[in-house]
């Protein structure tokens, strides 16, 4: 099979024999923390494994260090869990969500990246995509053979040092989240809101067409031309509200061919731990 590094659509992904690819079911509410786990159990893409965001792809034992309020899992703790799904270098993986407005699935995708792993796609238009192409759904829990999985992570891809923000050139931080809570008129979620100063506004939804899947990349290269001005993707570093939804601008830009960009995982969340730090609003 020819490897997919972004997206990958429901034809792709019926069309893969059995078990040749890593299949993960991302799917969260954040208003409910087991309602992820229970849609999965109701029903999914025969043979996936479930990640739970806060579980498996987040280490909440770090919140109160201001890391935001879903910090990274250690390199050890990923690597322990695709062991524990028995994935094996080279194998596809593939992660899903719920469909439009969903969460997680670009994190695996990006946390894949980060560990050097690059044979990482998210299914397109996600799990209402593949029920409305009339595709099988399972509700057993298939039994997974283990690995043993060590990863190191690529510090060159992310920021998690609030300083980092200030280097010299300064870089262009691409706020993910929406624009009423980037102007700072809601913040249902963190303790003050408001975006960092100098940031610019990519609402991850706007990578979207009507039905949930991802616009050409033609079309996202010249409306991410139109935020970031001249900068280069190598100068971009994403943000949301907790390092999650920012994970959707960064794949927009791949799949776009717009290449290199970072992720400030802490986001907005980690950057208002310290009230000292200065908020914008407009």
Known sequence: MTLKTTLIDVAALAALPAGEALIVDCRVDLADRTQGERSYLAGHVPGAVF????????????????????????????????????????????????????????????????????????????????????????????????????????????????????????????????AVRYRGEVEPLDRAAGHVPGARNRPYLDNLLVDGRFKPPAQLREEFAAVLGGATPDQVVHMCGSGVTACYNLLAMEHAGLHGSRLYAPSWSGWVSDPARPVAKD
């Open 51 to 178: 990640a739970d965001l806060e579980r498996d792809l987040s280490d909440m034992s770090r919140v109160a260090e201001g890391l935001g309020r879903h910090p990274l899992p250690s390199a050890v703790a990923f690597g322990a869990l695709l062991g524990r799904w028995g994935w094996v270098p080279g194998r596809q993986v593939v992660s899903y969500d719920a469909g439009p407005g969903a969460l997680a699935a670009a994190r695996l995708w990006w946390l894949l990246r980060l560990a050097g792993i690059r044979e990482a796609a998210v299914l397109d238009g996600g799990f209402a995509a593949w029920q409305a192409a009339g595709q099988p759904v399972e509700n057993a829990v298939r039994p997974r053979v283990p690995t043993e999985v060590a990863l190191a992570y690529d510090a060159r891809q992310v920021i998690v040092d609030h300083t980092a923000l200030h280097a010299t050139p300064a870089p262009l931080l691409v706020d993910a989240r929406a």
